[in-house]
């Protein structure tokens, strides 16, 4: 799938990137619109390789990211409002 050139139009890697969690080991990754649209990230996530062992339990290899559903759809609920007020085509 990265391999698609629409979808590697689509990512910037940001080498300089961080997240200030201290349970992060590896690599890390965060999405936003790509307009300047203030719903921040929609999804993050990275490598927690250590996550397990903090609650007593072995060491254990882990990967989690999140999903921003409410902004996702308040976007789309914005959008569809935009378009709702556009005034009628001539065609």
Request: hydrophobic share 30%; net charge neutral; charged share 30%.
């Amino acid at each position: 799938m990265l391999a698609s050139p629409r979808v590697r139009s689509l990512i910037e890697p940001d080498l300089s990137f961080v997240r200030g969690f201290d349970y992060y080991t590896g690599s890390i990754f965060e999405g936003k619109f790509d307009d300047d649209s203030g719903y921040g990230s929609i999804c993050s996530g990275g490598r927690y390789d250590n996550l397990a062992e903090g609650f007593g339990t072995q060491k254990l290899p882990g990967v989690g990211f999140s999903i921003g559903l409410t902004r996702i759809l308040a976007r789309e609920e914005k959008k569809r409002r935009e378009i709702g007020r556009l005034p009628p085509s001539d065609q």
